[in-house]
């Protein structure tokens, strides 16, 4: 189980046909239509060469690039005022 949820995290796409797949071949295979289950067991075999053809072990590996921060750091800002509960509004 722990690998089938890797496997779903890092290619969903593919992990998500993969499994419309083998539905599709096991309601063919139980309720005897071989169209249904040829075109399940096609739709895995298609996903899995998909899988395979992007397979990260067939591309050059790039260096990582230093992340990007959107905001300063917190020592540049000056510290928010602290609440104080005891001010509270009157209610309208």
């Known amino acids: 189980m722990l690998m089938f949820k890797s496997a779903y995290r890092r290619e969903p796409i593919?992990?998500?046909?993969?499994?419309?797949?083998?539905?599709d071949a096991i309601i063919g295979g139980v309720g005897a239509s071989w169209s249904l289950l040829s075109f399940g067991l096609g739709t895995?075999?298609?996903?899995v060469a998909v899988r395979w053809w992007q397979s990260p072990g067939s591309k050059v590996e790039s260096p990582e690039?230093?992340?990007?921060?959107?905001?300063p750091s917190s020592s540049s800002?000056?510290?928010l005022p602290m609440l104080n509960p005891k001010h509270k509004r009157p209610p309208y």
């Open 14 to 23: 593919v992990s998500f046909i993969i499994t419309v797949g083998v539905v």
């Open 65 to 71: 690039a230093a992340p990007e921060y959107y905001l």
């Open 77 to 79: 800002r000056p510290p």
């Open 44 to 47: 895995v075999g298609v996903a």
